[in-house]
């Protein structure tokens, strides 16, 4: 009974999504590195499906998903056909092939297929090179079957724009501060709630999303449990005291 109303309703959120679908834009909040490397599926509800019309809801098992962070190139590009909507119309979805070259997060599965909407207007990701000389970073949901989706509101950077730093948190840093909690500052004054915070001020004081402290700080886990910014060549010690602030 549990999976047949979770069935339901995640029918009657999709069929509500498709009016809103119709008079919106796709937007996402602006978010750190850090954050979209920790929070890599909170964007969740991007993901547009319909069933078919004989979908039967008591026969039905959601997939298990996972959060992927992976370096790679992409290869192919292609439109291809998720059957049709309640309402009979076709679903569209663009299916990049590519060749993974690293797994920074998630099951070691290879991924080998991305699928996003067709449109930028619904979060599609349709602008990626695809003549597999470009690496990207890409985050996303990934599927046991070595399928990925994606959407504009995950990671996805080219590699090639990244800063040694960010390169690096990938690592290690980045996941160290997962139960920290950046807050981004959009006006002054601005400040943090709590401890366990980073104040994120890109946008006030360089008038840019990503700035220095998205270019080259992580926020990290001290040893007292509170978070504060770091800079440094080296992994930060355990007890990370001596903190450099932006």
């Not at 070595?146 to 390169?167: N, R």
């Amino acid at each position: 009974m549990k999976s047949v109303r979770s069935c339901i309703g995640t029918l009657v959120v999709l069929v509500l999504f498709r009016v809103g679908e119709i008079a919106e834009a796709c937007s996402c909040s602006p978010v750190h590195p850090q954050q979209a490397f920790c929070n890599a599926d909170v964007e969740t509800t991007h993901y547009v499906w319909f069933p078919p019309k004989d979908f039967n809801c008591s026969e039905y098992t959601e997939p298990k998903q996972y959060i992927k962070v992976i370096r790679a190139k992409v290869v192919g590009k292609k439109e291809v056909d998720s059957g049709n909507d309640i309402y009979g119309n076709p679903i569209k979805r663009i299916q990049y092939e590519i060749k993974q070259i690293k797994m920074f997060k998630g099951p070691d599965r290879h991924i080998d297929v991305v699928f996003t909407a067709p449109s930028s207007a619904v979060c599609g990701v349709t602008n990626l090179d695809t003549n597999g000389k470009k690496e990207y970073l890409i985050s996303g949901k990934g599927e046991a079957n070595g399928k990925m989706h994606v959407t504009l509101c995950d990671l996805i950077m080219p590699w090639e724009s990244m800063s040694a730093t960010q390169k690096k948190s990938l690592i290690q840093r980045y996941e160290m501060g997962c139960d920290c909690k950046i807050t981004r500052c959009a006006t002054f004054p601005c400040e943090i709630s709590a401890p366990e915070e980073c104040l994120w001020t890109d946008w006030v004081t360089e008038k840019i999303i990503h700035g220095r402290q998205s270019d080259h700080y992580a926020c990290i886990k001290r040893g007292d449990g509170s978070c504060a910014w770091y800079r440094g060549a080296a992994p930060p010690k355990k007890e990370f005291l001596d903190v450099e602030d932006p």
